[in-house]
């Protein structure tokens, strides 16, 4: 989906016009991939507009950081703030915000230790990003995860979606909308850049962290919203045939929200149409971001802004 460009973006704290949100050709991370960010929805709601779950995933960025040795200069509340201020300076919403660290121009070879880090937030109009709305039809890629002893999975880095990248295009272009990779045992991991879940005899299975899945924020939502309408929820290895034989499955994330399958390697996922496990969970996450229900567990951070984007 093409950009849509905004007016500021924030800049190792202050903000800057779009235009000027350039780096080096010479930069660390253009030639190492050394980069970590978070991907945040905030969404319009009556009277205003709300950030989703901004403080997990300003955490999370800090714990990506940590994980690759890249300290941040400010805290998960600094960044945050940051997130509000960059929001409502463009007043555009709903919008996707793209919070990114790296390092900069300083020295060339792979130690990253004596080179800046710089930290940007962008925001900018983005709508759907699973397509289709009749549910995606979706497959197997023959790219695995990555190996928990290889690149770091709870890490959210760049250089992490290079694997996403070839997951993603080789669904592409054997006429699927996504792929689901199988981590380095053979068993379900997640998609190019969702988490996935299945619904079998009424109960939710999801993969658990160690099948090279990224902690992601809506996956925990979804989590949390299971056990709150009562569904029973298991985390566990799961083979790649309980795809074919699931009565549901959808994918989660910032991105792709609460998306369901409608089939996978051309088998209907069921009767190939949302089922009522999967619309429960769908109908309660969007009626929270959305406003129309009350936000129980506090996931949204209130922003103003002056319009209404169109995506």
């Not at 929001?87 to 390092?103: D, H, K, L, M, S």
């Not at 996956?219 to 699931?246: F, N, T």
């Amino acid at each position: 989906m093409p950009l849509v460009t905004t007016q500021h973006i924030w800049h190792n704290g202050e903000l800057i016009p779009w235009e000027n949100a350039n780096i080096h050709v010479m930069s660390h991370v253009v030639h190492y991939g050394s980069s970590i960010f978070e991907g945040i929805r905030c969404y319009a709601q009556p009277g205003g507009a709300g950030v989703f779950r901004l403080s997990e995933h300003m955490q999370r960025l800090i714990h990506s950081g940590k994980i690759y040795r890249m300290p941040l200069a400010y805290t998960a509340e600094q960044l945050a703030s940051a997130v509000v201020e960059v929001v409502e300076a463009n007043g555009v919403t709903p919008c996707y915000i793209r919070p990114i660290a790296f390092r900069g121009y300083g020295e060339i070879g792979v130690n990253p230790l004596r080179s800046p880090v710089e930290v940007y937030i962008a925001n900018f109009p983005w709508g759907k990003y699973v397509p289709g709305t009749q549910g995606a039809d979706v497959c197997v890629s023959s790219w695995n995860r990555l190996a928990p002893n290889t690149m770091p999975s709870l890490a959210k880095a760049g250089a992490n979606y290079m694997n996403s990248q070839l997951i993603r295009m080789e669904a592409e272009v054997n006429g699927y909308a996504e792929g689901i990779a199988l981590d380095v045992n053979g068993y379900l991991s997640e998609g190019s850049g969702e988490n996935l879940f299945i619904v079998r005899n009424g109960t939710l299975y999801t993969s658990p962290l160690a099948n090279s899945v990224l902690n992601g924020i809506t996956r925990d939502s979804i989590l949390v919203l299971a056990r709150h309408l009562g569904i029973p929820v298991v985390e566990q290895a799961l083979p790649r045939e309980l795809l074919y034989i699931c009565d549901e499955a959808f994918f989660t994330g910032t991105a792709a929200e609460v998306a369901h399958l409608r089939s996978v390697d051309r088998i209907l996922v069921g009767d190939g149409s949302m089922g009522p496990i999967t619309k429960a969970l769908h109908d309660a996450f969007f009626a929270i971001v959305n406003g129309t229900a009350e936000d129980r567990y506090g996931w949204l951070t209130p922003v103003k802004v002056r319009e209404l984007a169109t995506v």
